[in-house]
T-cell receptor
Framework: GAVVSQHPSRVICKSGTSVKIECRSL??????MFWYRQFPKQSLMLMAT?????????EQGVEKDKFLINHASLTLSTLTVTSAHPEDSSFYIC??????????FGPGTRLTVT | QKEVEQNSGPLSVPEGAIASLNCTYS??????FFWYRQYSGKSPELIMF????GDKEDGRFTAQLNKASQYVSLLIRDSQPSDSATYLC?????????????FGKGTKLSVKP
């Protein structure tokens, strides 16, 4: 399968600070990437669609000014959680589609806001 | 509201048995269907995808799709303890090659040695 990486894998930050998470497709190009969030014992919830060269598309209820997405190149998308609060603590996972049917997930980033 | 439903389990099967995981979806326009495996604390791993009615086999795994019944299943033959994980059913309703996925809440499978 294809390889998608995420960095960092784990981050702890203080309330009010910002955190940037990187998602890279290592062996293929992705004009679109997806950002998901998963709370404990819950399923993945799509937050936004990251589009290379244009603005991200956010799902209903996701604050675009809080979760800044930049798709800088065909292999890199970043998610910045601004002014993080404890309720933002979650497992953030990106994915990138390769071909018409397959999406590959990054290993995830566990964010803890204290 | 597009929904994907799965029995949360846990589903417990003995080692060597067949595990059967089921999923229903609400949108008749759904195009393609995916099964992911997620170990605790890890991100999902793609097992199989299917987009045509019928069965699709890959090793010990068989995906079954019935669009008329809006039902997709995953059979795991000769279940192993290492198969113990949460299995997520996902549906691409967008139809396009870059469509996003709607996930079910997952079924937790436990394979007992």
């Amino acid at each position: 399968g294809a390889v998608v990486s995420q960095h960092p894998s784990r981050v702890i930050c203080k309330s009010g600070t910002s955190v940037k998470i990187e998602c890279r497709s290592l062996d293929f190009q992705a004009t679109t990437m997806f950002w998901y969030r998963q709370f404990p014992k819950q399923s993945l919830m799509l937050m936004a669609t990251s589009n290379e060269g244009s603005k991200a598309t956010y799902e209903q209820g996701v604050e675009k000014d809080k979760f800044l997405i930049n798709h800088a190149s065909l292999t890199l998308s970043t998610l910045t959680v601004t002014s993080a609060h404890p309720e933002d603590s979650s497992f953030y996972i990106c994915s990138a589609p390769k071909g018409p049917y397959e999406q590959y997930f990054g290993p995830g980033t566990r964010l803890t806001v204290t | 509201q597009k929904e994907v439903e799965q029995n949360s389990g846990p589903l417990s099967v003995p080692e060597g048995a067949i595990a059967s995981l089921n999923c229903t979806y609400s949108d008749r326009g759904s195009q393609s269907f995916f099964w992911y495996r997620q170990y605790s604390g890890k991100s999902p791993e793609l097992i199989m995808f299917i987009y045509s009615n019928g069965d699709k086999e890959d090793g010990r795994f068989t995906a079954q799709l019935n669009k008329a019944s809006q039902y997709v299943s995953l059979l795991i033959r000769d279940s192993q303890p290492s198969d113990s994980a949460t299995y997520l059913c996902a549906v691409n309703w967008d139809g396009g090659s870059q469509g996003n996925l709607i996930f079910g809440k997952g079924t937790k499978l436990s394979v007992k040695p």
